[in-house]
T-cell receptor, first 114, second 111 residues
Framework: DTEVTQTPKHLVMGMTNKKSLKCEQH?????MYWYKQKAKKPPELMFV???????INESVPSRFSPECPNSSLLNLHLHALQPEDSALYLC?????????????FGPGTRLTVT | DAKTTQPNSMESNEEEPVHLPCNHS???????IHWYRQLPSQGPEYVIH???SNVNNRMASLAIAEDRKSSTLILHRATLRDAAVYYC????????????FGDGTTLTVKP
């Protein structure tokens, strides 16, 4: 099974709401990633977790808060977002963070901030 | 971070080979060259990766220049399902996790 699942598929939230995105994999991967993708642009790395510890934060605003409760699960908590945060949020996983391993991506959560 | 440069778009006829180029002149000795593709409304899909030697798998072949400053993804017989945005990415083989997507090549396959 090489699947990364993400829920929800779509999310509409107001600027004062708090919501969470969820990502799950059961491939035994120890590296998990969040990316943000705007329309017609490449994905941009946001966060990297390695063995459930945050190893990279690409200067993402604090209104995005990642969490890795266990090796299979990755959450992205959202609070007080702005309309410009509307995008496709992609989760990915790999065996480890080293570049010798390929990444597997989920289908993404389409987020709209109103 | 090392950067990759790809043509914005390419066209191919169905059942013909396609060669998608990528330049990465600032590649470091530990960077792996990865290729992913993204169909509309889907997440990126892994295609192939390599370090120095050419690589083949069931989806494609990867040809890496001897100086590693460029590479070519080869689809041996393009199908309509291969129409996608193809991204060439460098991923550090030692340091954790960083990878920067280039702007990608939009491949159109004509029947």
């Amino acid at each position: 099974d090489t699947e990364v699942t993400q829920t929800p598929k779509h999310l509409v939230m107001g600027m004062t709401n708090k919501k969470s995105l969820k990502c799950e994999q059961h491939m035994g991967h120890r590296a998990m990633y969040w990316y943000k993708q705007k329309a017609k642009k490449p994905p941009e790395l946001m966060f990297v977790y390695s063995y459930e510890k945050l190893s990279i934060n690409e200067s993402v605003p604090s209104r995005f808060s990642p969490e890795c409760p266990n090796s299979s699960l990755l959450n992205l908590h959202l609070h007080a977002l702005q309309p410009e945060d509307s995008a496709l949020y992609l989760c990915a996983s790999s065996q480890e963070t080293r570049g010798s391993y390929e990444q597997y991506f989920g289908p993404g959560t389409r987020l709209t901030v109103t | 971070d090392a950067k990759t440069t790809q043509p914005n778009s390419m066209e191919s006829n169905e059942e013909e080979p396609v060669h998608l180029p990528c330049n990465h002149s600032t590649i470091s000795g530990t960077d792996y060259i990865h290729w992913y593709r993204q169909l509309p409304s889907q997440g990126p899909e892994y295609v192939i990766h390599g370090l120095t030697s050419n690589v083949n798998n069931r989806m494609a072949s990867l040809a890496i220049a001897e100086d590693r400053k460029s590479s070519t993804l080869i689809l041996h017989r393009a199908t309509l399902r291969d129409a996608a945005v193809y991204y060439c990415i460098l991923r550090d083989g030692v340091n954790a996790g960083k990878s920067t997507f280039g702007d990608g090549t939009t491949l159109t396959v004509k029947p």
